[in-house]
């Protein structure tokens, strides 16, 4: 089969001839459908920051596709059924999993890191953490649910406890940005865009933003969403992955408020503590989703409350996959996929 091939940081992946996976117990064959272009794909391209798996490995996680072959023993697919891989696998039996919470799994295993992912004509998977996707949702679009709708579900629902009513402030309108300020509005909060890009500004208005800060036009993004609040608000969400924002979002969050870190940064994030104590902070993280999660999230989308066409700006093949990586880079578009 064909696959995008990663050797290592700052060299395009390579799309080359690779064996099919084999599929051993429990595990199923998927024919990739999609297969979303994400940004944490950059941190292993750009920034060094290494792969679980030492490369050579196939990098992508957000996959739908259809099955192709299913091992003795799986009941639950047959050949041809529609179905959406997670991004991250769980193992189901560590104390973390037992508790709900797989998404910080013991022994999690992360396509595309761990071990090889979408950005390729097949990929296996253990059935047991894949889910069928419904006949309304389109297969390819579909891709993006596995990591661009999932973690802000998690983020939202679980970390950010957002209730009806709540304002939210949603800092960077990347992929994962955007589908925060959709699925936040679908919760009932009142969503505060902040992005640099108007574009992406205008889009978070489509997906129900009451209204945006244009971080690139004002002096101070905090004082300004504080002058909007009234003080500050709720919940503040970082999707960029950027300590200065980290900082600048906490600043936007009134007392007894709660700062969500959604993006990633290796670097360190400064807070005073006295502000943190004294005002009754919460600041806390928020990884990915459990696959406890994934029925709903999928159900939202069935039903038409979250949205995914939109969401999809462009299509690549896989033999256009670096260039989907440059517009990615860019900052361009809201999500794009690979259709290998
Ligand atoms: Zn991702
Ligand atoms: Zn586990």
Known sequence: MRAAVFYGANQPLKVEEVPKPQIGAGEIL????????????LHYLDHGVPTFKKPPLILGHEVSGTVAEVAAGVSQFQVGDRVLL??????????????????????MVMLGNDVDGGYAEYIKAEASNVFHL???????????????????????KNRGKVKPGDTVIVYGCGGVGLNLVQVANAAGASVIAVDMMEVKLNKAKELGAVATVNAGEVPDVAKAIRKLTGGGAEIAFECIGNPKTMESAFSSVRNGGRLVIVGYTEHTMTLNASRVMYREMEVIGSLGCPLTEYPKVIEL??????????????????????EGLDFVRSGQGFRSVVVP
Do not use: W
Not at 86 to 107: K, L, Y
């Open 134 to 156: 419904p006949a309304e949702i389109p297969l390819i679009e579909g891709a993006i649910i596995a990591d661009a709708i999932t973690t802000p579900f998690h983020a939202v």
């Open 86 to 107: 997670p991004a991250v696998m769980a193992c189901g039996v560590c104390d973390n999993c037992r508790a709900g919470r797989g998404n910080i799994c013991r022994h």
């Open 30 to 41: 998927v024919k990739v459908a999609a297969c979303g272009l994400c940004h944490t794909d």
């Open 301 to 322: 989308v069935r039903t038409g409350k979250l949205q995914v066409e939109t969401m999809v700006s462009r299509r690549f093949s896989l033999d256009q996959i670096n």
